[in-house]
């Protein structure tokens, strides 16, 4: 049995394996990590982020004796990491003294990992591939709980090698990092004509307790092959249950059962093989898992949004209701594993395929880790909510915000139902009746949706592009109707006395709570172009839903307010905020100032970005150029402002850099501070993260730079972020923010979008192809569908456009300006259409 070819995008040598963890999971389902050098690690299944925790026990080993030959054994990793060859009682690292496979590295297309093994010793050079299903707009697929671990055994040399790959791992259900309760832990052997299994579980656990649950860890099977298992290891002392285990293995390949009375049993499966000399046989490990008792975030009051405490709401796991039987869930991959392998093959080849810089679909690619990561989840109800970032063992800032979630679109871009999701519950659940959405939901949603009862004026004119780029994807003029009374109701919200636009010039003025976890008074760039960007979108819903005379108006807003930003804030190289003191606090409409962390006070604020040079100040025409509203700003001022970020912001050492706050870059490390001030320009005390570096915002910046022709720059700026996260000093799939896997980052699909250029609008179910300067493929996605594009120059097609996954209502194609019908009014998956030359074609 043989495995399909993966894409590679990276590749990771042995000076930097040792920060990579990459998350094996669905969306929703919790995670565990593929370390660069094949150890399995951060283990957060229990409903809790779990960085570094793992199960007592827990490693694959392979067995192996050429022909005649003495039989060796070692753990499928590579060598222990330096660091970890001292402490107070020797070695630190899990499994220390094991022998391992001398050289190591890691290659990658997120989400396939691969740890290529190798010992000029050992008989068998071996692969540990690390994948889950991942099928862009297929949800379902996506969010399947489990983590496939295969062992490609090659056998380099003249002589036929026996083999046996063995799993174990102690029973780890009662502990997830945080709870650590056993509740007679049992291990049970699960068979069927094809795989065999020990599902572990813990029946006297308190019910509903977070870490209650059960897992699978099985083993494909097959002709030539034998298994056999453990329940339990040997409960000798002095280290004697590893020893036993070993010599057991070492022995023949197949494992013998013990008794344990272990609180945690360890459960072991071996497979035996051979490996005919110059070939290849795979093995093939499933961990599937089942958790079902998430407790919702504490959201009923506004203490420290950082720490994600969790209340006793249960709101459960969408997941776990799909897939409540761990084994079931086991024998239904193992059944389907050669079509999801494929399937996510064919998702990733679309992205590793496209003719975009390596760098770009790299990052587009490993940040979209955030959607399997604790960050994100799916209540049992099927409502999808996310922190902005996850610690070590708690959520970050709870909420689903929206002025963190409004940066990036990969979500509404590549799985429709997250992003109406979203979009259900910030209008649905989290506006009121004055407009204000709260800008972080609260949990459970029908009783704590709106108690944070703050608004951020960034956040909430996101909400309003997203909703647009939503209904532009989907065509769907019900979704819209049925959540515009809302959506209208947050524009106007704006326009309320002591509020953000309360003279309605198209300009904020006001009091404006935003991702700076400040207040900015008066006019400024980055509010500025978000509220342009939401007037653009609403006056076209507006039009779209018969409000003729809103939608004017919306209009009339955003002219008047784009002229007055590039008259007035644009200072010749950026544009710069227009401090205005509130000499009353008690004009400002309530609902605008958060109690503790803006200025003390209104009348002479601190925390001001003032006369600085933002990274991302021009946020709503990035997110405007990306959903297809158009320039909302001078051009000409547009390409300077960006140019300017690039010159000054960007920073090529860091290694006197002083920051007074959290640093995500450091040495001779490359990155792009958040603001910058000409000499004598800056606040005393300015906004506070204005020494740091955050990659959502670079990517936004970088984004910029691409979409105005300034490829170079913006590559620049991407390279940098994706040099820093190289495996040695940071993890490639945890971009960190306020908390590991930050949403933000997901604004690296930002940047692989725009150099794509090809848009689909499904109000006419029309797709157009840019003028991209690349001759290559393209990809292109709907949220509901998603695949290729292939310029040609043959005399009869000017392309191939190709459907991988979903349907793909289609009028017409334009190309260079002309139009071109399909064959059909819908595109099925794996369907192809070559586009012809002519203006139209039948």
């Not at 007037?535 to 779209?544: D, G, H, K, Q, T």
């Not at 955003?558 to 009353?584: C, I, K, M, T």
């Amino acid at each position: 049995m043989t495995s399909t070819t993966w894409p590679v995008l990276r590749r990771f040598d042995a000076d930097h394996l040792d920060r990579i963890s990459l998350p094996l999971g669905g969306i929703g389902t919790g995670t565990v990590g593929l370390g660069g050098r094949g150890d399995l690690r951060d283990f957060e299944l229990g409903n809790r982020p779990g960085k570094g925790f793992r199960p007592s026990v827990a490693f694959f080993a392979v067995r192996a004796a050429a022909g005649d030959g003495a039989p060796r054994a070692l753990a499928v990793e590579g060598p222990v990491p330096v660091e970890r060859y001292e402490g107070a009682f020797g070695s630190t690292a899990p499994h220390h003294g094991l022998p391992r496979f001398q050289q190591a590295s890691f290659e990658t297309a997120y989400p396939f990992g691969q740890v290529v093994l190798s010992d000029d010793t050992f008989p068998l050079q071996v692969t540990l591939q690390g994948f889950n299903p991942f099928v862009f707009t297929d949800t379902a697929t996506s969010s399947l709980p489990v983590a496939v671990l295969r062992h490609r055994l090659h056998n380099p040399g003249g002589e036929d090698v026996r083999a046996s790959v063995a799993f174990a791992m102690s029973n780890f259900v009662g502990a997830n990092g945080t709870e650590d309760r056993t509740g007679a832990n049992t291990n049970t052997v699960r068979s069927s004509e094809h795989l065999t299994g020990v599902t572990m579980t813990a029946p006297d656990l308190p019910e509903q307790a977070e870490a209650a649950g059960e897992v699978t860890m099985a083993v494909l099977t097959g002709p030539g092959t034998s298994v056999s298992t453990r329940t339990g290891w040997d409960d000798r002392n002095w280290g004697n249950g590893l020893l036993d285990f070993w010599d057991d293995l070492l022995e023949d390949g197949h494992l013998d059962d013990r008794a344990t009375a272990s609180p945690r049993p360890v459960a072991s499966l071996a497979l035996e093989v051979a490996v005919p000399a110059g070939e290849t046989v795979d093995v093939t490990f499933l961990l599937t898992w089942c958790f079902p008792h998430r407790r919702a975030w504490r959201s009923e009051d506004h203490g420290n949004i950082s720490i994600g405490q969790h209340s006793d709401d249960v709101v459960g796991n969408a997941y776990a209701v799909a897939h409540p039987d761990s084994w079931q869930t086991a024998l239904e991959v193992a059944e389907q594993l050669p079509e999801l392998e494929s399937r996510t093959v064919q998702t990733v080849a679309a992205v590793a395929g496209a003719d975009v810089p390596a760098v770009v679909r790299e990052a587009a690619l490993a940040n979209l880790s955030t959607l399997r990561s604790p960050t994100v989840f799916q209540t049992a109800d099927g409502g999808y909510y996310g922190w902005e970032g996850v610690g070590d063992r708690v959520g970050s800032c709870y909420g689903t915000c929206t002025h963190v979630w409004g940066y990036e679109f990969a979500t509404t871009l590549l799985f429709a139902p997250i992003s109406h999701s979203f979009r259900r519950t910030q209008y649905l659940h989290s506006t009121d009746e004055r407009g204000l959405m709260s800008f972080r939901t609260g949990l459970p949603a029908e009783k704590y949706a709106r108690t944070w009862d703050l608004a951020a004026a960034d956040g909430q004119m996101a909400c309003l592009v997203h909703l647009y780029l939503d209904w532009r994807l989907s065509g769907d003029r019900e979704l819209l109707a049925e959540l515009w009374p809302a959506a209208r109701r947050t524009l106007e919200f704006c326009w309320i006395p002591g509020g953000w636009d309360a003279d309605r010039d198209g300009v904020m003025e006001g009091v404006q709570h935003n991702t700076m976890d400040v207040e900015y008074y008066g006019p400024n760039p980055q509010m500025g172009s978000w509220y342009l960007a939401a007037l653009r979108a609403s006056a076209e819903m507006a039009e779209a839903l018969g409000e003729a005379d809103f939608a004017q108006e919306c209009r009339r807003l955003a002219e008047q307010g784009s002229r007055w930003l590039d008259e007035n804030l644009f200072n010749g190289a950026f544009y710069v905020h227009e401090v205005r003191p509130v000499a009353d606090a008690d004009q400002v409409a309530e609902g605008l100032r958060h109690r503790d962390m803006g200025a003390s006070s209104t009348a002479e604020p601190d925390l001001q970005l003032a006369n600085g040079c933002l990274v991302d100040q021009l946020v709503g025409e990035y997110a405007a150029g990306l959903v297809g509203l158009g320039r909302l700003l001078d051009p000409d001022h547009v390409e300077t402002a960006l140019h300017t970020v690039y010159e000054r912001n960007f920073v090529r050492d860091f290694s006197h850099h002083f920051n007074h706050m959290r640093s995500f870059v450091l040495g001779g490390e490359s990155a792009t501070l958040m603001c910058t001030y000409e000499e004598g320009a800056r606040p005393r005390r300015p906004f506070p993260y204005f020494t740091e570096v955050m990659t959502g915002f670079e990517y936004t910046a970088a984004t910029g730079l691409l979409q105005v022709g300034r490829v170079e720059e913006g590559l620049e700026l991407v390279e940098a972020i994706r040099e820093r996260y190289d495996g040695a000093r940071r993890n490639p799939f945890d971009e960190a923010e306020c908390g590991h896997h930050y949403a933000r980052a997901m604004a690296s699909w930002s940047a692989f979008a725009t150099l794509n250029d090809i848009s689909y609008d499904g109000r006419s179910q029309t797709l157009v192809v840019g003028d991209r300067a690349p001759a290559g493929q393209a990809f292109w996605s709907t949220g509901a569908a998603f695949g290729t594009w292939c310029p040609s120059t043959a005399p009869d097609s000017v392309g191939e456009l190709t459907v991988v996954a979903g349907e793909l209502p289609l009028t017409s194609v334009v190309v260079s300006g002309q139009e071109h019908r399909p064959p059909a009014p819908v595109l099925v998956p794996g369907s192809s259409w070559s586009v012809g030359p002519g203006p139209r074609q039948p």
